[in-house]
């Protein structure tokens, strides 16, 4: 009885593990985008005839904010729906244990 206690654990723990990694990804994210859209429109009113090239930089560093967060979302939706990794390893240290 002691082994379904600890998969259940393993499983709960695995669950919220994989929504602090999506949660914390959409609130990385949204900051991030703000204080990018904030910086780009504060460099505009300053200078407006670097608005081009600014927009254009900017337009990179979302890319790479959104790859951040589209990685670590994808990590949760694996550790979420996929086989656990965790929950194997505690299920093969279990077998001799068991006996099968």
Do not use: H, Y
Not at 13 to 36: K, N, Q, Y
Not at 62 to 90: C, K, Q, R, T, Y
């Amino acid at each position: 009885m002691e082994i379904v206690s600890i998969i259940g654990q393993v499983q709960s723990l695995s669950v919220l593990a994989a929504g602090l990694l999506i949660s914390l990804a959409a609130l990385g994210t949204g900051i991030g985008f703000g204080l990018l859209g904030g910086k780009f429109l504060e460099g505009v009113a300053r200078q407006p005839e670097l608005g081009g090239m600014l927009m254009m930089r900017m337009f990179i560093m979302a890319g790479l904010v959104d790859a951040f967060a589209a990685i670590s979302i994808v990590m949760g939706l694996i550790l979420f729906f996929a086989s656990n990794p965790f929950l194997a390893a505690v299920v093969n240290a279990a077998k001799p244990a068991v006996g099968g």
